[in-house]
């Protein structure tokens, strides 16, 4: 331990003294016995104290490797941690004309949704069902029906008021003649016949049809051609449905319809004499029945070969569009 602890502290002498040590006592030390004593005196006393930076007399006897480390010590250690630098790469896009467009036309649509307020829309009120009472068939070619207390009895048990009318257009008619020259349906016929319909069943508890599903039936204006081209000069010569036959033999064409006629009527007088006969009423106003998918047929002629123009016979029919 002591060898160890001089060796430390010999360490820590400059080079020019160790030299200049070494050399003197090399030489006097072997010529001058007398003089080893005192060169060991000069180590022991002396040398500590030279550049002051060694231990002293105690700290020779007495040396601890503990205590002090040495001047180039190799110390194992780890690696030192060092904190990762944190890089921002930014992603960088082209920005062209079509992209920005596309963006601000995006930004736009969104705008226009409204999202906050959706929860808050009211929800429509669905609307109420058809009241049906009758059924659509019956025995004996007519058709079963409601009276009109039934009709408003039957809203009220399911706490509805009788229907509302219904706006819109009807569909026109061509104003064609036949080839002995009388005048057929008109677009007024037509729309003067769907309103007047629609006013007797609404006010009557009945559900109205559409004014777009009333038709101008040819077929049907053929048949009135054909009873209008009569010869003869009684008026009711032809008139009725299948099976009647005319004067002069000529067959019978076109097709049957409910039949209404008569000097000075309209549209209008026509549709309210089929709601005054109940066989009629039943076939053509069906009170009580579904109209799901219900249109009414229509067709006019005015005069005939020997009959003014304000003679009028007319057609119409219940059919399904």
Known sequence: MCSRGFALSFGARTQGELRLIIRLGAIFMGRVPWLTAAFTAVLVGVVPFVGGGGPGLTDIATANSAARSPLFASTATGPIEQAPQVVAIASVERVTEESLAAQLKAEAKALTVDSEHLAQKAVPKPKPKPVVVASSGGS??????????????????????????????????????????????????????????????????????????????????????????????????????????????????????????????????????????????????????????????????????DEPYGFVRAAARWTYC
């Not at 003067?192 to 038709?215: G, K």
């Not at 081209?229 to 009684?234: H, I, Q, V, Y």
């Not at 009423?281 to 029945?289: F, N, T, V």
Request: charged residues 10%; neutral net charge.
């Open 140 to 305: 004996g070619g007519y058709y079963a029906s409601a009276s009109v207390t039934q009709l408003r009895a039957a809203y009220a048990a399911v706490g509805q008021s009788c229907p509302g009318n219904v706006g819109g257009g009807v569909p026109g008619a061509p104003s064609r003649s036949s080839s002995q020259g009388v005048a057929g349906t008109t677009s007024g016929d037509l729309a003067s016949f769907a309103y007047a319909y629609n006013s007797i069943r609404v006010s009557n508890c009945m559900q109205p049809i559409p004014l777009s599903n009333f038709r101008y039936d040819s077929c049907m204006e053929d048949r009135l051609f054909w009873m209008a081209e009569s010869p003869s000069s009684n008026p009711l010569d032809g008139w009725g449905h299948n099976g009647t036959t005319r004067s002069d033999g000529v067959p019978a064409r076109g097709c049957d319809g409910n039949l209404a006629g008569g000097s000075g009527n309209t549209g209008s007088t026509v549709a309210s004499k089929w709601w005054e006969s109940y066989s009629h009423r039943a076939s053509l106003y069906r009170p009580g029945a579904s109209t799901a998918g219900a249109c009414i047929a229509f067709a006019m002629t005015h005069g005939g070969i």
